[in-house]
């Protein structure tokens, strides 16, 4: 939903408030008058008009409240939950301007967090049939669906879902025989669950370092890292960047070297015609609240031999025979998925299009405002990759000589959450006497200078804009300039 879809103007009709309100389903929207929130009108408002002699086509705003509780942008959570109630459950935000930027509601407290999930496809209706037809846990229709819907999305020979993309990663390890004495290469600049699943499975994590351009894993670093006890490589796409698969791959089949794809971050990106998770002997998605789509938790592993899926799919279900039930033949993990999460998914599934034509737009407006200054650099995509356009992340340049963690702590000040990019893993306390690793400047480098904007397929492109302003006013101010009054759009 576009805040435009809650706003209309001061010589806007009550048929035309009556189309508003249904599309959003909220009750109510609110009346625009020189950029300035005027007044609102509710379903409940138009019908007493209605009744009242009113017709469709007088004006909304004459049976509309006068006087609507409108906040600040930069109101904190506490202040926005002491205005709502059950009789004000929708409350304009507004920025310094009096122009309405976003919305509270009892749902959405604040705005512009880093990621929130869109659920307004069929979700309710695909979660209502899993508990009225009692086929709720990891047995049901939505999973096989749901299965079948992202092997064809990448590609995949067989696709098992599991309770989260991190057991997805280890269940790949376990399902290719590695464990103790293997060496795992994997970026040292990625999220833990791609080295506690290594760790997990019993072998061990070689952090090396990355590509100074695309932030992914260096095959010159790849190539240094080799030992007689490499067994596999996890390239992981990191903020839905593919990483250079093709010669990945083939270093991996020169050197009979495993690939386990972390697509956690990656889904509907390509390299060439293919998508990734359609390289590695295994690869990984994650499907937590904040990926490109959710199932509330969950995850999914691709596998191209028959061999390892049969040995994955017992090891899901806690090593137990598909013949002989209670039969264990290995010691295995309960990795399944419940056919409520699947059933989100399915409905994620049936909005993907919209949701990437939507990230796009997304990408391209904040490239485009932030390119008007000389503050940032970009992720770099190879000419022949397209990413997913997944998180928003930008690294501020060397020569701006300020603290990236006191603009990410200035943004609130703006309703704005950011966050900082990931930590190297070789400065984890948790790896340190696990893992192998030497220096890793550029991941030390890109963790530094490197912060994430809100990326949520909610936002429209004044959302954008506002983020933007805000974003170069703060580093403005810490650099002692007078800010811009406004981007060009």
């Given at each position: 939903?576009?805040?435009?879809?809650l706003?209309?103007?001061?010589?806007?009709?009550?048929?035309?408030?009556?189309?508003?309100?249904?599309?959003?389903?909220?009750?109510?929207?609110?009346?625009?008058?020189?950029?300035?929130?005027?007044?609102?009108?509710?379903?409940?408002?138009?019908?007493?008009?209605?009744?009242?002699?009113?017709?469709l086509?007088?004006?909304?705003?004459?049976?509309?409240?006068?006087?609507?509780?409108?906040?600040?942008?930069?109101?904190?959570?506490?202040?926005?939950?002491?205005?709502?109630?059950n009789?004000?459950?929708?409350?304009?935000?507004?920025?310094?301007?009096?122009?309405?930027?976003?919305?509270?509601?009892?749902?959405?407290?604040?705005?512009?967090?880093?990621?929130?999930?869109?659920?307004?496809?069929?979700?309710?209706?695909?979660?209502?049939?899993?508990?009225?037809?009692?086929?709720?846990?990891?047995?049901?229709?939505?999973?096989?669906?749901?299965?079948?819907?992202?092997?064809?999305?990448?590609?995949?020979?067989?696709?098992?879902?599991?309770?989260?993309?991190?057991?997805?990663?280890?269940?790949?390890?376990?399902?290719?025989?590695?464990?103790?004495?293997?060496?795992?290469?994997?970026?040292?600049?990625?999220?833990?669950?791609?080295?506690?699943?290594?760790?997990?499975?019993g072998a061990?994590?070689?952090?090396?370092?990355?590509d100074?351009?695309?932030?992914?894993?260096?095959?010159?670093?790849?190539?240094?890292a080799?030992?007689?006890?490499?067994?596999?490589?996890?390239?992981?796409?990191?903020?839905?960047?593919?990483?250079?698969?093709?010669?990945?791959?083939?270093?991996?089949?020169?050197?009979?070297?495993?690939?386990?794809?972390?697509?956690?971050?990656?889904?509907?990106?390509?390299?060439?015609?293919?998508?990734?998770?359609?390289?590695?002997?295994?690869?990984?998605?994650?499907?937590?609240?904040?990926?490109?789509?959710?199932?509330?938790?969950?995850?999914?592993?691709?596998?191209?031999?028959?061999?390892?899926?049969?040995?994955?799919?017992?090891?899901?279900?806690?090593?137990?025979?598909?013949?002989?039930?209670y039969?264990?033949?290995?010691?295995?993990?309960?990795?399944?998925?419940?056919?409520?999460?699947?059933?989100?998914?399915?409905?994620?599934?049936?909005?993907?299009?919209?949701?990437?034509?939507?990230?796009?737009?997304?990408?391209?407006?904040?490239?485009?405002?932030?390119?008007?200054?000389?503050?940032?650099?970009?992720?770099?995509?190879?000419?022949?990759?397209?990413?997913?356009?997944?998180?928003?992340t930008?690294?501020?340049?060397?020569?701006?000589?300020?603290?990236?963690?006191?603009?990410?702590?200035?943004?609130?000040?703006?309703?704005?959450?950011?966050?900082?990019?990931?930590?190297?893993?070789?400065?984890?306390?948790?790896?340190?006497?696990?893992?192998?690793?030497?220096?890793?400047?550029?991941?030390?480098?890109?963790?530094?200078?490197?912060?994430?904007?809100?990326?949520?397929?909610?936002?429209?492109?004044?959302?954008?804009?506002?983020?933007?302003?805000?974003?170069?006013?703060?580093?403005?101010?810490?650099?002692?300039?007078?800010?811009?009054?406004k981007?060009?759009?």
């Open positions: 939903m576009e805040i435009t879809d706003k209309i103007h001061s010589e806007s009709t009550i048929a035309e408030a009556i189309s508003k309100i249904n599309k959003t389903g909220l009750g109510i929207v609110f009346i625009e008058a020189d950029n300035q929130i005027i007044g609102s009108i509710t379903d409940g408002d138009v019908r007493r008009a209605l009744l009242n002699g009113s017709k086509n007088s004006l909304a705003n004459d049976c509309s409240n006068k006087k609507p509780i409108v906040l600040s942008v930069n109101s904190s959570k506490k202040i926005i939950q002491k205005a709502l109630s009789s004000i459950k929708i409350i304009p935000l507004v920025d310094d301007k009096g122009a309405m930027v976003d919305f509270a509601s009892i749902k959405r407290l604040h705005n512009y967090m880093v990621m929130e999930p869109f659920l307004n496809g069929n979700e309710i209706d695909y979660v209502t049939e899993c508990i009225s037809t009692n086929w709720i846990s990891s047995q049901g229709k939505f999973v096989l669906k749901f299965e079948e819907g992202i092997k064809n999305l990448s590609g995949a020979n067989f696709c098992l879902a599991t309770s989260n993309g991190t057991t997805a990663l280890h269940l790949a390890l376990e399902s290719l025989g590695i464990g103790a004495g293997d060496e795992v290469i994997v970026p040292n600049f990625t999220f833990g669950a791609s080295v506690n699943s290594i760790v997990h499975a061990t994590p070689v952090l090396v370092d990355i100074q351009n695309s932030w992914n894993l260096s095959l010159e670093a790849i190539s240094n080799v030992t007689p006890k490499t067994k596999a490589i996890m390239p992981v796409h990191i903020y839905g960047n593919p990483c250079d698969m093709v010669s990945i791959m083939a270093f991996a089949e020169a050197n009979n070297l495993f690939v386990i794809e972390d697509c956690a971050e990656a889904l509907g990106a390509k390299i060439g015609d293919r998508y990734v998770g359609s390289f590695g002997d295994a690869a990984t998605f994650s499907f937590f609240a904040n990926k490109v789509l959710t199932t509330g938790e969950g995850g999914a592993l691709l596998i191209k031999n028959t061999n390892v899926y049969e040995k994955a799919l017992v090891l899901r279900d806690h090593g137990m025979s598909k013949e002989k039930r039969w264990h033949e290995y010691v295995g993990f309960n990795y399944r998925l419940t056919n409520i999460q699947a059933a989100i998914g399915c409905a994620q599934l049936e909005q993907l299009e919209y949701f990437q034509n939507k990230r796009k737009m997304i990408w391209e407006s904040y490239k485009g405002y932030l390119n008007q200054t000389n503050y940032f650099e970009f992720q770099k995509v190879s000419d022949n990759s397209s990413d997913c356009h997944w998180l928003f930008v690294l501020l340049k060397h020569n701006l000589n300020i603290s990236r963690d006191e603009i990410l702590s200035k943004l609130k000040n703006y309703g704005i959450e950011s966050r900082p990019v990931f930590y190297p893993m070789d400065k984890m306390p948790a790896f340190k006497n696990i893992a192998i690793y030497e220096a890793n400047p550029i991941s030390e480098d890109i963790s530094r200078r490197g912060l994430s904007l809100p990326s949520s397929i909610s936002l429209d492109k004044n959302a954008i804009k506002f983020i933007c302003n805000s974003l170069i006013s703060v580093i403005d101010s810490e650099l002692g300039f007078v800010s811009l009054e981007l060009n759009v």
